[in-house]
T-cell receptor, first 116, second 114 residues
Framework: DTGVSQNPRHKITKRGQNVTFRCDPI?????LYWYRQTLGQGPEFLTYFQNEAQLEKSRLLSDRFSAERPKGSFSTLEIQRTEQGDSAMYLC??????????????FGSGTQLSVL | AQKITQTQPGMFVQEKEAVTLDCTYDTSDQSYGLFWYKQPSSGEMIFLIYQGSYDEQNATEGRYSLNFQKARKSANLVISASQLGDSAMYFCAMIYNQGGKLIFGQGTELSVKP
């Protein structure tokens, strides 16, 4: 059973550069989530997709952030003109939507972004 | 607004002993779910246990059990017979309404001593 896969594991970039992360969910899962986690904090919701539709975006997601899930399978998260405050762990998760509160999210190992 | 509070930034436990990690939550919804995740140093969030708001019995998964006290809005995680591999960050989280996004607490760092 293949889990959620994220690439790259680590990304170091200079301020002002654009970066893109990829997430491959568990194959039969129709929901995909992006979370951001800073040191010493729990993950914070950024956005999620059901199939290819982006259903919700957090206020945390500025205009510099964009996420896509073009064919309802893998997803990409792009950050344009990176800032030092973007340094964080970006976690992807997937689930099979049940419409009930027992929906279990399965997480990847994350992409650690460092903006210099 | 929904909120999860974990008041223990760090905990120590001796190997083979039991430990309780605290979690309180705040919500006005009647239907919600509570989760515990483990995050080792590798970064991956590992699902441990789930409790539904309508479940009458406390959830158990192997060495993990959830002490659910609905009136007190608490959902404490109990780990029995701690192992060295249990050393990690532990996060309590809540999902509500139609499912979807989780709200996480700030986490508790558990250290198991040999």
């Amino acid at each position: 059973d293949t889990g959620v896969s994220q690439n790259p594991r680590h990304k170091i970039t200079k301020r002002g550069q654009n970066v893109t992360f990829r997430c491959d969910p568990i194959s039969e899962h129709n929901r995909l989530y992006w979370y951001r986690q800073t040191l010493g904090q729990g993950p914070e919701f950024l956005t999620y997709f059901q199939n290819e539709a982006q259903l919700e975006k957090s206020r945390l997601l500025s205009d510099r952030f964009s996420a896509e899930r073009p064919k309802g399978s893998f997803s990409t998260l792009e950050i344009q003109r990176t800032e030092q405050g973007d340094s964080a762990m970006y976690l992807c998760a997937s689930s099979l939507a049940t419409g009930a509160p027992n929906e279990k999210l399965f997480f990847g190992s994350g992409t650690q972004l460092s903006v210099l | 607004a929904q909120k999860i509070t974990q008041t223990q930034p760090g905990m120590f436990v001796q190997e083979k002993e039991a430990v309780t990690l605290d979690c309180t939550y705040d919500t006005s919804d009647q239907s919600y779910g509570l989760f515990w995740y483990k995050q080792p140093s590798s970064g991956e969030m590992i699902f441990l246990i789930y409790q539904g708001s309508y479940d009458e019995q406390n959830a158990t998964e192997g060495r993990y059990s959830l002490n659910f006290q609905k009136a007190r809005k608490s959902a404490n995680l109990v780990i029995s017979a701690s192992q060295l591999g249990d050393s990690a960050m532990y996060f309590c989280a809540m999902i509500y309404n139609q499912g979807g996004k989780l709200i996480f607490g700030q986490g508790t760092e558990l250290s198991v001593k040999p």
